[in-house]
C-alpha cells in the first residue's frame, strides 16, 4: 500500500501547482492592471430619487471590503468606475384578491463603464439588474425600501464580481 503514496503524491502534486485557473468570483484582476479605483456618483435616470447616492456608497463599500484601493481624487486613479442607474421597476407577484397585491418585486437596473485614467473604455455592461421581493400592506414604504436596500448590496456584489470575473 505504501508504495503507491508515493507514486500518487508525485502525480497529483504538479496539478495542484498548475491548476486550471479556477478561482473564487470576483478574485479576478481588475481590466487594464488598474490597482486603484475611483467611482463617480451614478447618474440616475429612474424616478427613485436619491438611488444613484446609495448605490455609489454600496459599490464604494463592496469594492473596498473586496480589497481594491478607492482613492478620492480622480486624477490619481488608474481606472475609474462610472454608471447610470437606467431604471427601476415593480411589478406584483402575489395577489390577495383579483385587485389587491399581497406582494411585489422591485427591481434595479444598471449601466457601468470603466475607464483608464485616458478615458479609454476598459469595461463596460449594460443591464447589470438584481431584484427583490416584499410584502405589500400597511408598511409597504418601509418594506419596499428594505428591498432596495438588500438588492443594492447584491447589485454591488454584481457588480464587482463581473468587472473582476472578466479578467
Known amino acids: 500500500m505504501n508504495r ?3 507514486p500518487i503524491f508525485y502525480f497529483f502534486m504538479p496539478a495542484l501547482f498548475v491548476s486550471c485557473g479556477y478561482q473564487f468570483a470576483g478574485m479576478g ?5 488598474a490597482k486603484t479605483v475611483f467611482v ?14 446609495i448605490i ?17 481624487d480622480q486624477t490619481r486613479a488608474d481606472a475609474v468606475l462610472s454608471g447610470v442607474v437606467s431604471s427601476v ?3 406584483t407577484i ?31 455592461r449594460s443591464g447589470l439588474e438584481e431584484s427583490e421581493a ?16 438588500e438588492l443594492v448590496k447584491r447589485l454591488s456584489r454584481t457588480v464587482y464580481q ?5 479578467f
Do not use: C, H
Open 134 to 149: 416584499y410584502l405589500t400592506g400597511t408598511d409597504e414604504d418601509r418594506q419596499r425600501s428594505q428591498a432596495i436596500e
Open 89 to 91: 421597476y415593480t411589478e
Open 4 to 6: 503507491w503514496i508515493k
Open 162 to 166: 463581473r468587472l473582476t470575473d472578466d
Open 40 to 53: 463617480t456618483m451614478l447618474k440616475n435616470n429612474s424616478n427613485e430619487t436619491g438611488l444613484e447616492r
Open 94 to 124: 402575489a395577489r390577495s384578491s383579483a385587485n389587491t397585491s399581497s406582494e411585489r418585486r422591485v427591481y434595479t437596473r444598471l449601466d457601468m463603464k470603466l475607464t483608464d485614467n485616458k478615458g479609454k473604455v476598459l469595461w463596460a
Open 29 to 33: 484582476k481588475m481590466p487594464g492592471g
Open 56 to 72: 455609489t456608497n454600496s459599490i464604494i463599500n463592496e469594492f473596498s471590503r473586496s480589497g481594491i484601493t478607492m482613492i478620492k
